[in-house]
């Protein structure tokens, strides 16, 4: 049997069948134990996919729904030869995982339903080594979100280029926008704290929009880009955002993104490039006509946007393999599925189905999955996938965060410094 299960201040939730479901299932192991990084809101629906999940199969889950401190809690649990069964996170988790042995190898042909999942999708779950060491369970891709009401009432087109949309931000900034005659309302809603590295996370789309990117691969060798023409050029029209524009929310370079949200949705920004989870939320606190959704406009190189999503890892140490696998195989399922998409939730655990049979405006019946969908399908992209992505985020985090914060920054200066600093990670990762 598994070494007893820890409490975590009161959010563990035990789902079980209250009947048995056959001979196999009261034979196996009960006990298997999930985690997922989410807010109570989004818990409420995993709550309903593992009550499905037990429905089906007999078997006992823990769940252990977590959102502050997710990262310190996994190391906590790693370090007392504890971790949970199966974890559900975001692609973060593999470079960390896979490198201090956390999470384990999946058989991609082994799992079924695996071929009625997205190709692509299976791409987040791959490392750098050529191997899959998660399961996708759902995709997205970020989208500019605007104040409809706002660029109706100044008489502004939906803008499609970096231009138009600098210009709708100035326009946000100083033309009274909401008209109550004072000077009360921003351009643009950034999360820009380098905690986690969020000045990247917003960062990368416009990076990758002006021709740049953090590195190049050839032959699964990786060289730094960021400190090459585009990247500078990109990074500098960042930059005036927060300088020469100046249609930056003020304290935009220490909000992380649960603090930044309520600018969007109690009229002090018009601008806002995030993610569809927020839909649900904007839709309940603002007003779904008073905001439109659309595709990022194009940079000088056109759309490209961050598009990755949340895999299913199957936890080391664990001694319920077959649980594990089948859990997966439940949660990529057309059942699973359509259960995290759960149309009574404004928070969707699945944002974009990874099984190909969902259709995802069939289930959510809102057309800005279709665009959220064709955003992901045209122009989402995936952070490099070196062995070890996030210590490289960190320190591009940190280093775009300070550019953005001085005004008289050399930006090409700053940007070679920090090509060096990857290079010698790179050469730490033997990715160099």
Excluded at 147 to 171: H, I
């Amino acid at each position: 049997m598994p070494a007893p299960r820890r409490v975590i201040a009161g959010l563990t939730l035990l789902l079980f069948a209250t009947t048995a479901c056959g001979s196999e299932t009261k034979s196996e192991v009960a006990g298997l134990e999930l985690w997922t990084r989410s807010t109570p809101a989004s818990a409420e629906v995993y709550k309903k996919v593992i009550a499905a999940y037990t429905a089906k199969t007999g078997v006992k889950v823990t769940y252990v729904p977590i959102y502050e401190n997710f990262e310190n809690k996994i190391q906590e649990a790693a370090a007392a030869r504890d971790l949970p069964d199966v974890v559900i996170n975001d692609v973060s988790l593999l470079g960390t995982g896979l490198s201090q042995g956390l999470i384990t190898p999946v058989d991609r042909a082994g799992i079924a339903g695996a071929g009625d999942t997205l190709d692509r999708a299976w791409n987040q779950a791959r490392a750098a080594d050529g191997k899959y060491y998660g399961v996708p369970f759902s995709t997205q891709a970020v989208a500019t979100f605007i104040r409809k009401d706002w660029r109706e009432k100044l008489g502004r087109d939906v803008p499609r280029t970096w231009a138009e949309l600098d210009a709708l931000a100035k326009a946000f900034q100083n033309d009274d926008p909401d008209g109550n005659g004072k000077d009360d309302t921003y351009g643009m809603l950034v999360p820009a704290s380098t905690e986690r590295g969020y000045t990247a996370w917003w960062a990368s789309s416009y990076l990758w929009q002006g021709g740049g990117d953090f590195l190049t691969e050839s032959g699964g060798r990786f060289t730094p880009a960021i400190d090459q023409p585009k990247s500078v050029e990109a990074v500098k029209w960042m930059q005036d955002l927060f300088c020469e524009d100046k249609v930056v929310v003020p304290g935009a370079l220490t909000l992380i993104t649960d603090d930044a949200h309520p600018f969007f949705e109690t009229g002090k920004a018009g601008v806002y490039l995030t993610g569809p989870w927020m839909m649900g939320r904007f839709d309940k606190s603002l007003g779904k006509d008073k905001y439109e959704v659309i595709a990022s406009p194009a940079g000088p190189a056109g759309q490209g946007v961050l598009g990755e999503g949340e895999n299913i890892y199957l936890m080391a140490g664990s001694k319920l393999g077959p649980q594990q696998k089948r859990l997966a195989e439940f949660l990529i399922s057309p059942e699973g599925q359509r259960i995290g998409m759960n149309t009574d939730q404004p928070n969707p655990v699945v944002r974009l189905p990874v099984n190909t049979t969902v259709d995802v405006v069939a289930e959510r019946k809102d057309e800005r999955w279709e665009t959220i969908k064709e955003i992901y399908r045209d122009n989402g992209r995936l952070f490099p996938q070196v062995p070890n992505w996030t210590p490289l985020r960190q320190q591009a985090a940190e280093t775009l965060n300070s550019i953005f914060a001085n005004c008289g920054a050399d930006v090409q200066a700053e940007l070679t410094r920090l090509a060096g600093s990857f290079k010698t990670e790179l050469a730490r990762q033997k990715a160099g």
